[in-house]
């Protein structure tokens, strides 16, 4: 347990340090962080002026964050329709509709991220991250756990992964606390 609770302190100092070190980050990444730190109004304003693909998918996070599990439904439905390979996007729609209890539409939407894999579309390190978050979501803890793994050898700079991944072994396997 100590290893764990060390490694997880290395994690974060990794993350934090990533974050400090550039000064002059975009207002997207700048948003990114805002909404890792639960700052949800700072991630609001830098969003107001922000457009494109990024912004949406951002500012659907922020209404996930709040709850507001209809309003992404409402914002990513048509967008993962129209952009299929937008991946962090169906995570984040997949979470809505699990909240709101639409549990086959939410398998649906997240499986295609598994059957892109099988059929050789994930190209990235975060593809391969988000594709872990989809099999979290839908219980395959040790398919997970391996594709994360995978996305951190393919990207070992790749902190999100690996916070993700702590995650995934403290929410499924840290049974004392």
């Given at each position: 347990?100590?290893?764990?609770?060390?490694?997880?302190?290395?994690?974060?100092?990794?993350?934090?340090?990533?974050?400090?070190?550039?000064?002059?980050?975009?207002?997207?990444?700048?948003?990114?962080?805002?909404?890792?730190?639960?700052?949800?109004?700072?991630?609001?304003?830098?969003?107001?002026?922000?457009s494109g693909d990024q912004s949406l998918v951002l500012r659907a996070r922020l209404m996930l964050q709040r709850s507001d599990f209809k309003g992404v439904d409402a914002l990513l439905t048509p967008f993962v329709k129209a952009s299929p390979q937008a991946y962090?996007?169906?995570?984040?729609?997949?979470?809505?509709?699990?909240?709101?209890?639409?549990?086959?539409?939410?398998?649906?939407?997240?499986?295609?991220?598994?059957?892109?894999?099988?059929?050789?579309?994930?190209?990235?390190?975060?593809?391969?991250?988000?594709?872990?978050?989809?099999?979290?979501?839908?219980?395959?803890?040790?398919?997970?756990?391996?594709?994360?793994?995978?996305?951190?050898?393919?990207?070992?700079?790749?902190?999100?992964?690996?916070?993700?991944?702590?995650?995934?072994?403290?929410?499924?396997?840290?049974?004392?606390?």
């Amino acid at each position: 347990m100590r290893a764990l609770a060390r490694s997880l302190c290395t994690l974060v100092a990794l993350l934090a340090a990533s974050t400090l070190a550039s000064a002059e980050a975009r207002p997207l990444d700048d948003a990114r962080r805002a909404l890792w730190r639960w700052d949800l109004p700072r991630a609001e304003r830098l969003l107001k002026a922000a457009s494109g693909d990024q912004s949406l998918v951002l500012r659907a996070r922020l209404m996930l964050q709040r709850s507001d599990f209809k309003g992404v439904d409402a914002l990513l439905t048509p967008f993962v329709k129209a952009s299929p390979q937008a991946y962090e996007a169906r995570v984040i729609l997949g979470e809505a509709l699990y909240a709101l209890g639409q549990d086959t539409r939410a398998f649906s939407t997240l499986d295609t991220i598994a059957t892109d894999y099988g059929e050789g579309r994930l190209t990235t390190a975060e593809d391969l991250m988000w594709l872990a978050d989809a099999l979290a979501q839908t219980d395959y803890f040790k398919n997970a756990n391996e594709v994360y793994q995978e996305a951190v050898q393919a990207d070992p700079h790749l902190h999100d992964a690996k916070v993700r991944w702590a995650e995934l072994f403290i929410d499924k396997y840290n049974y004392r606390d």
